[in-house]
């Protein structure tokens, strides 16, 4: 069989060429990456889980890129040194590969390895740095070391976030200002229908839903600039629900939080106690937008409707 003694030292050799060639590219293209691109990758390193978020896009580029290479390795030596014109096809391929079984054991040993070794970094990186700036609910069960957390609630409504500040008095603004190295828990609520809090620089997204208390923490490393986006579909204006907040110096904050606590102080007489999460009801029927948490209902709120009372409106034997 003089075929197979050719077939034989030819496969040996093109699987070493693969091999090394690929071994290269993929020791010139890694690092390549990490110290080139790897800094400038989404979301940044404004937070702590901002950075985190930032390193497990750098580590899965870290671990496609040789797989990526090795496709393209195999394919362009396939076209160059397999084409029929120089009678490679039938030697290597075809029913032999089929009963290969370092082939068979080689792939199914190397996708279980990358999958679980994938899942395993994952669940090690949402577990400890406390959730990776995602909403975990009302009850987090991962949470952060830090003995001094600086609560922030999030309203959302349609179509704008507002931000209320519990621990200096309640004070309800339009204005995201957050303190530099710090540990904040996001509160994000809703007064209407599903929104969602996604601060793209932080790192932070929770969903804001109503009469629900969603919390997501993170610490600030940076001072900067921070593009805020409703992140689920909330009706017409969706897409222009979006503001700015800044991560700003502890003293600059603190000045700031003072003082405003003091200049809308009167404001916040008028605001509904602050609560972790606000039952929403006939909003605007009284001009404003917030729930006045009367249950059920105000007066106002039954839009003009005199000659139905309150009581007898929401009363099921009348
Ligand atoms: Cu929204």
Redesign the pocket.
Not at 193 to 196: G, P
Not at 232 to 235: R, Y
């Given at each position: 069989m003089p075929d197979d003694a050719v077939a034989a030292p030819r496969e040996r050799r093109d699987g070493l060429r693969l091999l090394i060639t690929w071994f290269i590219a993929t020791a010139v293209a890694d690092p390549l990456y990490w110290f080139l691109a790897g800094p400038h990758m989404p979301p940044g390193d404004m937070t702590s889980s901002a950075q985190g978020a930032q390193l497990d896009i750098n580590v899965l580029f870290l671990a496609a890129i040789p797989v990526v290479l090795g496709v393209w390795i195999y394919y362009g030596y396939a076209i160059i040194f397999w084409r029929a014109s120089r009678g490679g096809t039938d030697l290597i391929g075809g029913p032999k590969a089929r009963g290969n079984l370092k082939i068979q054991v080689g792939w199914i040993g190397t996708t279980t390895v990358v999958v679980l070794a994938a899942f395993v970094y994952g669940t090690v990186e949402l577990i400890v740095p406390a959730g990776a700036g995602g909403g975990e609910g009302p009850q987090p069960i991962w949470t952060p070391h830090s003995k001094t957390i600086l609560p922030i609630q999030v309203i959302?409504q349609?179509?704008k976030f507002t931000y209320r500040y519990p621990t200096y008095g309640g004070f309800e603004t339009d204005q995201l200002m957050i303190p530099d190295h710090t540990t904040v828990a996001f509160h994000v609520t809703s007064l209407d229908?599903?929104?969602?809090f996604w601060a793209y620089q932080l790192g932070v997204k929770a969903d804001?839903n109503p009469d629900s208390d969603d919390v997501a923490f993170t610490t600030t490393q940076t001072m900067g600039l921070v593009t805020v986006r409703?992140d689920?579909?909330?009706?017409i204006w969706?897409g222009a629900?979006y503001d700015y907040g800044h991560v700003v110096s502890k003293a600059t904050f603190q000045k700031w939080a003072t003082s405003t606590e003091v200049k809308l102080a009167s404001a916040t007489k008028l605001l509904p106690p602050f609560s972790w999460s606000y039952v929403p009801d006939a909003n605007g029927a009284d001009g404003g937008y917030y729930p006045d948490n009367v249950v059920p209902y105000s007066n106002e709120e039954t839009y003009g409707a005199t000659t139905v009372s309150t009581k007898t409106a929401l009363s099921p034997t009348s």
């Open positions: 959302a349609q179509w229908v599903i929104h969602d804001a409703c689920e579909l909330c009706g969706h629900m």
